[in-house]
């Protein structure tokens, strides 16, 4: 199987082991596109620059989904946000990355109906317990909160995907809050990437912190109006 792209474990730490999203939508979606864009940025495609994110290199990363981003953002002719592609990019990104999993054997897909009307797709792993590649995605991103010091690079954008999109909260309840905090703090501040690829990275999250917020502002005003 292929390396995991950021996407595929955010996606793996978001569902549940009986395969239900527990981050909800469009959170998710918010959280994949950012993934998407800070793998580009990892691997040296994408910067910002004049808080504008620009291509530093069109060369294809060897990854659909990312390849694909990556020509989106070249083709385009007006010089954008990161904010502006997180919402560009989020649509049908759950499906894909889902169905790559699935293809990957990493995931299955089950299909029924709630009250045998409302149609409901779920996705476990094919034996019901915690998929190994969650399960060492989560291991990683622990190990580095408990210890102290450097910390690699796709396991400092991963910690802070899960932050941005609020997931921190539910798959680190065992580590103390002002421990989370802090450490987490620590590693976003930390010289772990080149300074472009980290600036890129905080525009991003930032970016993704930003979308979610207004989305549920939005839907309390809706609720409660």
Known sequence: ????????????????????NRLGRPHLDYGLSGAVLLELALAGRVEVTDDRLVVKDPTPVGHPLLDDALARVAADGKRRRPKDWISRLAKGLPDQVLSGLVDAGVLRRDSDRVLLVFPRTRYPSPTGAEPAAETAARQRMID??????????????????????????????????????????????????????????????????????????????????
């Open 1 to 20: 199987m292929a390396p995991l792209t950021l996407a595929d474990e955010l996606v793996l730490l978001a569902y549940d082991d009986t395969g239900v």
């Open 144 to 225: 580095a909160l408990l210890a102290d010091g450097p910390v690699e690079a796709r396991t400092a954008a991963l910690l802070g995907l899960t932050r941005a999109v609020g997931l921190d909260r539910k798959i680190f309840r065992e580590l103390p809050k002002e421990r989370l905090k802090a450490r987490t703090t620590e590693i976003a501040d930390g010289d772990w990437a080149s300074a472009a690829t980290k600036k890129a990275i905080e525009e991003t999250q930032a970016a993704i912190m930003m979308a979610t917020t207004v989305t549920t502002t939005a839907a309390i005003i809706t609720t409660t109006s």
